[in-house]
């Protein structure tokens, strides 16, 4: 049974513009929602992280917006940039079981010059 | 520090053949993890330590063993390779608990096809 649940599967966006990658999680027991951020032929690598007691953490033109009461978290890239072309994976833990991972089935996101 | 390794980067077994794949952190991280990774799937947790001699599975551990004798080393063992194992394997390394936010840590991983 999936448990988080990534939308969508691609995204092509232009320079400049906002890339938005959406999950849905079902276990309430989730403490710990992270991003990953994975280029082709690589491990993936912390992207943002966000905890449920904040609605919404920025870092750069990288932002968490978090929804506790839908069980939804969203990653926005703002003035997207070719560099930014990956596969970005939503995740989420629960606090104590090693922090295992719950991935989501990744988003493979192209941002066109 | 070189993070965490993988080798090999690559290798095709037949069906039916062993082979282990290994890992090695130098962060003196207390937890590592196996995932594997197939198109359109994320990453799976195949198994996971957090510590020497302790391991347990994860959600897709079928197939496959791991030990975990020292701190550093986390190797995963395929006995009777399927073609159902086809796929790109990543180890993963975090800091022991108590820290807020355990960040895992990748290797560059492993791809494997079996034929």
């Known amino acids: 049974q999936q448990q988080v649940k990534q939308s969508p599967q691609s995204l092509i966006v232009q320079k400049g513009g906002i890339s938005i990658i959406n999950c849905a999680y079902e276990n309430t027991a989730f403490d710990y929602f992270p991003w990953y951020q994975q280029f082709p032929g690589k491990g993936p690598a912390l992207l943002i992280a966000?905890?449920?007691?904040?609605s919404e953490k920025k870092e750069g033109r990288f932002t968490i917006s978090f929804n506790k009461s839908a069980k939804q978290f969203s990653l926005h890239i703002m003035d997207s940039q070719p560099g930014d072309s990956a596969t970005y994976f939503c995740a989420a833990s629960v606090s104590g079981s090693a922090r295992q991972l719950t991935f989501g089935s990744g988003t493979q996101l192209t941002v066109l010059p | 520090n070189a993070g965490v390794t993988q080798t090999p980067k690559f290798r095709i077994l037949k069906i039916g053949q062993s082979m282990t794949l290994q890992c090695a952190q130098d962060m003196n991280h207390n937890y590592m993890y196996w995932y594997r990774q197939d198109p359109g799937m994320g990453l799976k947790l195949i198994y996971y330590s957090v510590g020497a001699g302790i391991t347990d599975k994860g959600e897709v551990p079928n197939g496959y063993n791991v030990s975990r004798s020292t701190t550093e080393d986390f190797p995963l063992r395929l006995e009777l390779a399927a073609p159902s194992q086809t796929s790109v394997y990543f180890c993963a390394s975090s800091y022991s608990p108590g820290v807020p936010n355990n960040e895992q840590f990748f290797g560059p991983g492993t791809r494997l096809t079996v034929l």
């Open positions: 966000i905890r449920p007691d904040v």
